[in-house]
């Protein structure tokens, strides 16, 4: 079997080999010093400083996101979501539910945000700006650095959700100005899917969390950061993942070396598919995965032929265009010789 999709993506061995242990129990010093450790390693890789929180939540992305914005926001806020796809659909139904105003920057299939789209926006109503800074659905990466200056122009929280972009793309919390980031497992970290993780700023927490009374329990943040200053959750966590995790960061050095790595296999792939009757979309692409438009309609057919005849899986796109195009990832355990089979297992069917 081989993964080509984005979450759960093609594991390393090492994970794979950390995933097949006996958990430990949990309420120990040293399950304690690994989850205050693998803290520590992601807010180097996020480029944040010592002081802020990071949270893990057991559940999937989602949770997460609806952990930061329910505990965040309320009927005093505005929210401003970029909503490009699937996931920025996500936030404006989290959003909607919990009766939080918002307005959305609504984006076609393959337009490209821009700094024109902020312009007719009275801006200062808003006090937020949530963005899923790649939009997995469509593989579009918006400018972090257009979004940066825009909300700090404004006085505007930024929030990102960089679920299948951190450690494919660069980011850089602190210099960013990001308020909070949303992590997941299953995506680029590569591990079994189940866990997510905020990355919250000091003076975000302070501001706009502490000080809030409760509306749910699994999800309050402040619980969180109540347990986690000693290194525990106020819940059994994905033990297993947080092991995953803490095996996984310890082997990367520095956040740029795994975006080099995964963009060397977005770049081989974009080069090696011009030899192929295949296109792919001209508008700005995260390092993590490449939509491919295939010439006769037959997405599904690509998808079931690769899955039924070599175990090999690609992510089908939903919407409009989903006999048209299929996504290939590049997170996760993957080489070029992976892409030089792929591409003659796809030519195949072609
Ligand atoms: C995968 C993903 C999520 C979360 O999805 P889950 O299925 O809940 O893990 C959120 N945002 C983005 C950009 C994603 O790629």
């Known amino acids: 079997m081989k993964l080509f999709t984005v979450g759960p993506t093609e594991m ?7 995933s097949s242990k006996q958990l430990p129990y949990f309420r120990t010093e040293e399950f304690s010093e690994i989850v205050l450790e693998t803290s520590k390693m992601l807010k180097k890789l996020l480029y944040t400083n010592e002081t802020s929180e990071i949270v893990y939540i057991t559940g999937s992305g989602t949770a997460a996101m609806e952990s930061l914005v ?19 659909k996500r936030f404006v139904d989290i959003t909607t539910i919990y009766n939080i105003p918002f307005a959305t920057i609504d984006l076609e299939y393959g337009e490209v945000l821009e700094k024109r789209h902020f312009d007719n926006i009275d801006l ?14 469509t593989g579009q990466l918006y400018d972090i650095n257009l ?5 700090k122009d ?7 959700d960089a679920i299948s972009s951190f450690l494919a793309d660069e980011l850089y919390m ?19 899917p189940g866990l997510s993780i905020l990355a919250i700023s ?24 109540k347990n986690l200053t000693r290194g525990q959750t106020p819940n059994t966590p994905a033990v297993g993942i947080i092991l995953e995790l803490h095996n996984r960061l310890k082997n990367i050095k520095k956040a740029e070396d795994e975006i080099e790595r995964v963009k060397k296999n977005a770049l081989y792939f974009r080069n090696k598919i011009k030899n192929y009757n295949l296109n792919i979309p001209d508008f700005p692409l995260s390092n993590a995965l490449t939509p491919i438009i295939l010439p006769n309609n037959n997405a599904k057919e690509v998808f079931e032929y690769l899955k039924n005849n070599y175990g090999i899986f690609v992510n089908p796109t939903g919407g409009p265009l989903s006999d048209k195009t299929i996504r290939i990832a590049h997170i996760g355990n993957l080489e070029e010789r992976d892409y030089d089979m792929l ?8």
């Open 124 to 137: 200062h109503s808003f006090t937020a700006l949530l963005v899923n800074i790649d939009e997995t659905s």
């Open 202 to 225: 000091k003076d975000f927490y302070e501001r706009k969390i502490k000080n809030k009374k409760p509306i749910n329990l699994y999800l309050n943040i402040n619980e969180h950061i």
């Open 12 to 18: 390393f061995e090492e994970t794979l080999m950390t």
């Open 70 to 88: 329910s505990n965040s926001f309320d009927s005093n806020d505005k929210l401003l979501i970029i909503n490009g796809g699937t996931f920025g």
């Open 174 to 192: 602190d210099k960013h100005n990001i308020s909070s980031v949303i992590l997941s497992s299953q995506k680029a970290l590569a591990l079994s």
């Open 343 to 350: 591409l003659e297992k796809i030519s195949e069917v072609l």
């Open 154 to 160: 404004n006085n505007l929280d930024l929030i990102v």
């Open 147 to 151: 979004l940066s200056k825009i909300c």
